[in-house]
């Protein structure tokens, strides 16, 4: 099941990102992306390799991505997705663009004219360098702005509202007519006064526009698999933290839970609306199996910030565990099971309820203190998708 793990060791990540980076920097070689009036000529409509192998790259990723992930063979909630900072995101590819306008060059290309000793490149890249300095010690003065309008993981498809096969086949519609009109474009500009030819003549062109289009309309058709599919795929790999019961959290440390700050605890019962509104921990939201399935709430719980905990609750556990299972292969992390039923939470704690009184529903952290330290093994720890970084090609 991809995607691959390349080990915890350094080696491993090393050479993978030395070979693809190779790879990137040769093929945009190969593109003509080391040349600068070949770039810039992209603002005058007369050359238009930068769209479109832009858009070639983009559209096979896609195409790749998930129709891998339709036939089970990738598992796309483990892909990384960039965090979006909506507004900054915008304006500072203003700054990006007006500067690549200006100097012919983004900082991905610059580095590729660099490394073939280029002066413009080489001039261009110093001033990435530096300007990425100026940044660096001037962010203070606007940091609420350019950690504004930010959202964890946020697809085109969730913007659109659409399915995943919908947006995908949108996306290689409209790369498909960018193609085409770039294409028409370039001739008009470099044979002026002549007649288009509207009608496409290319025959390897129109047999790669053929082969997209079919991949896309398969992950349409394909659609996302239900979650006992993705489980029988991807179950493999998460069985073993079941069957080890590393994922059930004991009663006191959901207790230590509760009471701290620095994590964000999201309580879901799966009980009935009865044994809820009889009692229910503080926080909880009741939901039902069926209900896991709603995209505003997986959405909302893939968008949990890395302190971010979610805790099932339910008095059946095989009940709990088929929850479980559901949310692990829709992407959800720090994904934990309260190891016991509800109907046992007031009998577990009587022997230390003798006393003052407390409300078990909003459990004090006063309440750990009448168990020794080794009354529970910790099982919640806390794991984030690993974050990549980038810059412009």
Same mark, same amino acid.
């Given at each position: 099941?991809?995607?691959?793990?390349?080990?915890?060791?350094?080696?491993?990540?090393?050479?993978?990102?030395?070979? =693809?980076?190779?790879?990137? %920097? @040769? &093929?945009?070689?190969?593109?003509?992306? #080391?040349? $600068?009036?070949?770039? +810039? /000529?992209?603002?005058?409509?007369?050359?238009?390799?930068?769209?479109?192998?832009?858009?070639?790259?983009?559209?096979?990723?896609?195409?790749?991505?998930?129709?891998?992930?339709?036939?089970?063979?990738?598992?796309?909630?483990?892909?990384?997705?960039?965090?979006?900072?909506?507004?900054?995101?915008?304006?500072?590819? =203003?700054?990006?663009?007006? %500067? @690549? &306008?200006?100097?012919?060059?983004?900082? #991905?290309? $610059?580095?590729?004219? +660099? /490394?073939?000793?280029?002066?413009?490149?080489?001039?261009?890249?110093?001033?990435?360098?530096?300007?990425?300095?100026?940044?660096?010690?001037?962010?203070?003065?606007?940091?609420?702005?350019?950690?504004?309008?930010?959202?964890?993981?946020?697809?085109?498809?969730?913007?659109?509202?659409?399915?995943?096969?919908?947006?995908?086949?949108?996306?290689?519609?409209?790369?498909?007519?960018?193609?085409?009109?770039?294409?028409?474009?370039?001739? +008009?500009?470099?044979?002026?006064?002549?007649?288009?030819?509207?009608?496409?003549?290319?025959?390897?062109?129109?047999?790669?526009?053929?082969?997209?289009?079919?991949?896309?309309?398969?992950?349409?058709?394909?659609?996302?698999?239900?979650?006992?599919?993705?489980?029988?795929?991807?179950?493999?790999?998460?069985?073993?933290?079941?069957?080890?019961?590393?994922?059930?959290?004991?009663?006191?440390?959901?207790?230590?839970?509760?009471?701290?700050? +620095?994590?964000?605890?999201?309580?879901?019962?799966?009980?009935?609306?009865?044994?809820?509104?009889?009692?229910?921990?503080?926080?909880?939201?009741?939901?039902?199996?069926?209900?896991?399935?709603?995209?505003?709430?997986?959405?909302?719980?893939?968008?949990?910030?890395?302190?971010?905990?979610?805790?099932?609750?339910?008095?059946?556990?095989?009940?709990?565990?088929?929850?479980?299972?559901?949310?692990?292969?829709?992407?959800?992390?720090?994904?934990?099971?309260?190891?016991?039923?509800?109907?046992?939470?007031?009998?577990?704690?009587?022997?230390?309820?003798?006393?003052?009184?407390?409300?078990?529903?909003?459990?004090?952290?006063?309440?750990?203190?009448?168990?020794?330290?080794?009354?529970?093994?910790?099982?919640?720890?806390?794991?984030?998708?690993?974050?990549?970084?980038?810059?412009?090609?």
């Amino acid at each position: 099941m991809l995607p691959l793990d390349l080990g915890s060791g350094k080696l491993g990540p090393y050479l993978a990102s030395l070979l =693809l980076g190779f790879a990137f %920097g @040769f &093929v945009l070689e190969l593109a003509g992306f #080391g040349n $600068s009036k070949k770039l +810039a /000529a992209q603002f005058y409509f007369r050359d238009m390799t930068v769209l479109k192998v832009m858009f070639t790259g983009i559209l096979t990723a896609c195409l790749l991505v998930f129709f891998s992930a339709a036939i089970g063979i990738l598992d796309f909630s483990k892909i990384f997705v960039n965090q979006t900072y909506l507004w900054p995101g915008i304006i500072g590819g =203003l700054v990006m663009g007006v %500067g @690549f &306008v200006i100097g012919g060059y983004c900082p #991905g290309t $610059s580095a590729v004219s +660099a /490394a073939s000793l280029k002066l413009d490149g080489l001039f261009f890249l110093g001033g990435t360098v530096v300007g990425a300095g100026v940044f660096g010690e001037t962010v203070d003065s606007y940091e609420r702005f350019w950690n504004s309008s930010y959202t964890e993981r946020l697809l085109l498809s969730d913007w659109l509202g659409w399915s995943i096969g919908a947006t995908v086949l949108g996306v290689t519609l409209l790369a498909l007519a960018m193609f085409y009109g770039a294409e028409k474009t370039e001739w +008009a500009l470099a044979h002026p006064g002549q007649k288009i030819v509207w009608a496409p003549t290319n025959r390897r062109y129109v047999a790669g526009a053929a082969v997209a289009l079919s991949a896309a309309l398969a992950v349409w058709g394909l659609g996302e698999p239900s979650p006992e599919e993705k489980w029988a795929r991807l179950g493999v790999q998460y069985q073993p933290l079941l069957d080890n019961r590393e994922v059930h959290v004991h009663p006191l440390e959901y207790v230590k839970t509760w009471n701290d700050s +620095a994590v964000k605890l999201i309580t879901l019962d799966l009980r009935s609306p009865e044994a809820f509104e009889a009692f229910h921990l503080s926080g909880a939201q009741n939901v039902t199996y069926e209900g896991l399935g709603d995209k505003e709430l997986l959405f909302s719980l893939n968008q949990l910030p890395a302190n971010g905990v979610v805790i099932l609750v339910s008095d059946d556990e095989a009940a709990a565990v088929r929850a479980w299972k559901r949310l692990k292969v829709s992407g959800v992390t720090n994904l934990y099971l309260l190891d016991r039923a509800m109907t046992e939470w007031s009998p577990f704690f009587e022997p230390v309820s003798h006393g003052p009184h407390f409300d078990l529903t909003r459990p004090p952290t006063s309440v750990l203190d009448a168990f020794p330290k080794d009354a529970f093994v910790p099982r919640i720890k806390l794991k984030t998708s690993r974050r990549a970084a980038g810059v412009c090609s």
